[in-house]
């Protein structure tokens, strides 16, 4: 099966920071990937799909770029409501999401 | 609006069951494929189950096992999982999850607010 595997767990930053979540998988998935964020005790939402689309409704301020088996993920002006857990899935059969990367205040 | 409403979760003993249910509204619900996820205590997303349009080809972790059993009522825009033969490691908050396409290779675009279980003696 194929692994996704995201670089960092924990990330420290402060507001108006720039961020970059990597996500690697273990073989190559074209541009089957999705990235979704987190906040405590919430539900996940989805943010970019095709590794590059943004979702209708997501900030601008978040990017997505990649193909193959590497990934970014990039806030480029980080804000209070970011701070939350960020997760990568390959969402073809079997849909494997990344162990994801917990974005905190520095 | 897109409403997903998870429902059935609970305390059950190990080795019990239970069936999941989620309610769905604000969509076709026949034109989606749909998705359960799961998330354990301080842990991070695991994709469980996925059903296509009709309910007619089922997707499982491998996991699970054969523990589980996705459907779906179309007539009642509801999704299902039964659980069979719980143990401690499936405690988790249950996702319903709506595809964003009627494909099987589509993100999730619209989850629920998830459902505990919760399984201990």
Same mark, same amino acid.
């Given at each position: 099966?194929?692994?996704?595997?995201?670089?960092?767990?924990?990330?420290?930053?402060?507001?108006?920071?720039?961020?970059?979540?990597?996500?690697?998988?273990?073989?190559?998935?074209?541009?089957?990937?999705?990235?979704?964020?987190?906040?405590?005790?919430?539900?996940?939402?989805?943010?970019?799909?095709?590794?590059?689309?943004?979702?209708?409704?997501?900030?601008?301020?978040?990017?997505?770029?990649?193909?193959?088996?590497?990934?970014?993920?990039?806030?480029?002006?980080?804000?209070?409501?970011?701070?939350?857990?960020?997760?990568?899935?390959?969402?073809?059969?079997?849909?494997?999401?990344?162990?994801?990367?917990?974005?905190?205040?520095? | 609006? +897109?409403?997903?409403?998870?429902?059935? /979760? $609970?305390?059950?003993?190990?080795?019990? %069951? =239970?069936?999941?249910?989620?309610?769905? @509204?604000?969509?076709?619900?026949?034109?989606?494929?749909?998705?359960?996820?799961?998330?354990?205590?301080?842990?991070?997303?695991?994709? +469980?189950?996925?059903?296509?349009?009709? /309910? $007619?080809?089922?997707?499982?972790?491998? %996991? =699970?096992?054969?523990?589980?059993?996705? @459907?779906?009522?179309?007539?009642?825009?509801?999704?299902?999982?039964?659980?069979?033969?719980?143990?401690?490691?499936?405690?988790?908050?249950?996702?319903?999850?709506?595809?964003?396409?009627?494909?099987?290779?589509?993100?999730?675009?619209?989850?629920?607010?998830?459902?505990?279980?919760?399984?201990?003696?």
């Amino acid at each position: 099966d194929i692994q996704m595997t995201q670089s960092p767990s924990t990330l420290s930053a402060s507001v108006g920071d720039r961020v970059t979540i990597t996500c690697r998988a273990s073989e190559s998935i074209s541009t089957w990937l999705a990235w979704y964020q987190q906040e405590p005790g919430k539900a996940p939402n989805l943010l970019i799909y095709k590794a590059s689309t943004l979702e209708t409704g997501v900030p601008s301020r978040f990017s997505g770029s990649g193909s193959g088996t590497e990934f970014t993920l990039t806030i480029s002006s980080l804000q209070p409501d970011d701070f939350a857990t960020y997760y990568c899935q390959y969402y073809r059969r079997p849909w494997t999401f990344g162990q994801g990367t917990k974005v905190e205040i520095k | 609006e +897109v409403h997903l409403v998870e429902s059935g /979760g $609970g305390l059950v003993q190990p080795g019990g %069951s =239970l069936r999941l249910s989620c309610a769905a @509204s604000g969509f076709t619900f026949d034109n989606y494929a749909m998705n359960w996820v799961r998330q354990a205590p301080g842990k991070g997303l695991e994709w +469980v189950s996925g059903i296509s349009l009709s /309910g $007619g080809t089922t997707y499982y972790a491998d %996991s =699970l096992k054969g523990r589980f059993t996705i @459907s779906r009522d179309n007539s009642k825009n509801t999704l299902f999982l039964h659980m069979n033969n719980l143990s401690a490691e499936d405690t988790a908050v249950y996702y319903c999850a709506k595809a964003a396409s009627s494909g099987s290779g589509s993100p999730l675009n619209s989850w629920g607010q998830g459902t505990r279980v919760t399984v201990s003696s």
